[in-house]
Nanobody, 121 residues
């Protein structure tokens, strides 16, 4: 599975961004798509995941109520709508595809290249 993430950028605190992740390749319909982020010096952090079969979602505690994951079933594109962004949300955001229902990075064999999100105060 190849994953293309896009939509990052520079915003001010309180503003919104919407990231997109489009899978392609031989197995373009993985079990679930997840979003992670990694800031310099920090471990990769789980953000959200959505299951292909029924659209079930799960969020990390740090983004609950501010971030919303959704999907377009026709194109398999997964979106991450980020609202009320904070400087601590600054990181490289990655989308990844999993073979099961998990939030562990090791459960996602396929990763996109990442997109930078920078939130200024």
């Amino acid at each position: 599975v190849q994953l293309q993430a896009s939509g990052g950028g520079l915003v001010q605190a309180g503003e919104s961004l919407k990231l997109s992740c489009t899978p392609s390749g031989r197995t373009a319909s993985p079990y679930a798509i997840g979003w992670f982020r990694q800031a310099p010096g920090n471990e990769r952090q789980f953000i959200a995941t959505i299951r292909k079969s029924d659209g079930s979602t799960y969020y990390g505690d740090s983004v609950k109520g501010r971030f919303f994951i959704s999907r377009d079933s026709a194109t398999n594109t997964v979106y991450l709508q980020m609202s009320n962004l904070r400087p601590e949300d600054t990181a490289i955001y990655y989308c990844a595809a999993s073979t099961g229902w998990t939030i562990k990075p090791t459960g996602f064999p396929w990763w996109g290249q990442g997109t930078q999100v920078t939130v200024s105060s």
